[in-house]
C-alpha cells in the first residue's frame, strides 16, 4: 500500500515520460532525495527541485510547469505526447495515471518488436556457465582497448623528469650522470554496454546480464544500463561480487521487463543526461539489440548521430546476426549502419563472448569443460 503522501512523486515522472520528458530512474531518486534533505515549506520549494533535477530545455518549460500541476495541484492540461499521433488533444488529468499500469492483452511472443509498455518484474534463472564466464573474464582486461592516461610514472620512457633530476643534482652536489626519464601510463577505456530488455530480446536477455556482471566485475571502468520502454542503470547492482545477489539486485531495479521497444527515446533519454552522457565520451560501447523499432526511426538515428560524436567505437550485437554475411532488413537498422563500427552476433551469451573476447579463449573453455 502506497503512502497517499509519497503517490504524487511516483506519479510524477510517469507523467513526464507521457508528455515526452527525460525522467530516468536515477532523476526520480534524486528528486526524492532531494526534496528529503530540502525540506520543502511550500509547492514552490518542490517545483524548484524539480527543475533542478530533472533540468527541462527552455523551450519546455511551460509544458513542465502544466504536469507538474496536474500531479501536485491537480489541475487538468492540454497537451498530448508528442509523436503519439493522436487526432486531437484530450484532457490530461493526474487521477488517469496508475503507478503499475496493468498491460493490455498482449502477450509479447519475443520474435518481434512491440510498442506496449508493459511494466513488470522477475528473476534471473542461473544457468550453470561458470567456465565460459570465467575464461570471458579472464581474456576480457586484456581484449579491451586502452588508452594513455594523464598520470606519469618514473622509468624509461621519452620524457624528462625535472623534479628527480633536480634531487639528483642537490644529493650530488650538482653532477648527474644520467638524466631521469619517465613515461605516461596507460588504461583502458571505459566500456558502456546497453542491454535491451524489450519482449523481443527476452530469450537472451538473463545471458547478457551474466556476461555484464562479470565485465563490471573484470574490468577498471565499466557501466550497464537496459533500455527498452525505460532507462535504468544497473552497475552498482552489478558491482556485488556474488553474482545471484547481483542479479536478483539488478531484476529488481529493472521495471520494463519484455515490454515495448523505444530504442530510439531510451538512448536519447540517456544522452539527455548529462552525467550519463559522459560515461560515453571516449568509450567503447556496446549495444546488445536487435534494433526492432515500431516507431519511426528519426528518433534512433538522432541519438546514433549523437553517440557516434561521444564514443571511441560503437560494436552492435544482434541476435539476429547468428548467419554468416548477414544485413539488416528493418528500416531503423539501416539507417544507423554508418554510425556502427561493427556488427556482430548477439544471439547467445556464448556468441557475445566470442564477439567480445575472440573465440580462442571461448574454445579453451569449452575444451576444458
Known sequence: ?????????????????????????????????????LGPRSIHDLRRAAHAV???????????????????LGRAFLAPAEGEGEEAPHAFDAGEIELLPQPKDETPSGQEATTLERLSTRPINVVDEETVLRAFARALPGAVPRRRSRRLRAGSGALADPRRAFRELLRRDGELSRLPRRHRLQRQRRVLLLIDVSGSMKAGTDGALRLA??????????????????????????????RDQALTLAAGLVADWDGGTR????????????????????????ILSDGLERSGPEALVQAMQRLRALAWHILWLSPLANTPGYKPET???????????????????????????????????????
Open 1 to 37: 500500500m502506497i503512502p497517499p503522501a509519497l503517490a504524487p512523486f511516483l506519479a510524477f515522472p510517469q507523467a513526464l515520460r507521457m508528455q515526452g520528458f527525460a525522467a530516468a530512474t536515477e532523476q526520480t531518486e534524486g528528486f526524492l532525495a532531494a526534496v528529503g534533505l
Open 54 to 72: 530533472y533540468g527541462p530545455v527552455p523551450e519546455r518549460i511551460e509544458d513542465f510547469n502544466a504536469v507538474f500541476d496536474a500531479i501536485f
Open 213 to 242: 556482471h562479470a565485465m563490471v566485475q573484470s574490468l577498471e571502468r565499466a557501466e550497464v544500463f537496459t533500455i527498452g520502454t525505460r532507462l535504468t542503470r544497473v552497475t552498482r547492482a552489478l558491482r556485488y561480487r556474488n
Open 263 to 286: 530504442l530510439g527515446e531510451a538512448l536519447g533519454t540517456f544522452l539527455n543526461i548529462p552525467r550519463f552522457a559522459s560515461f560515453a565520451r571516449g568509450a567503447v560501447v556496446i
Open 331 to 369: 528500416t531503423a537498422m539501416r539507417a544507423i549502419l554508418p554510425y556502427i563500427d561493427k556488427l556482430a552476433d548477439g544471439s547467445s551469451a556464448i556468441a557475445i563472448a566470442r564477439s567480445l573476447v575472440g573465440s580462442a579463449p571461448i574454445a579453451r573453455a569449452g575444451t576444458s569443460a
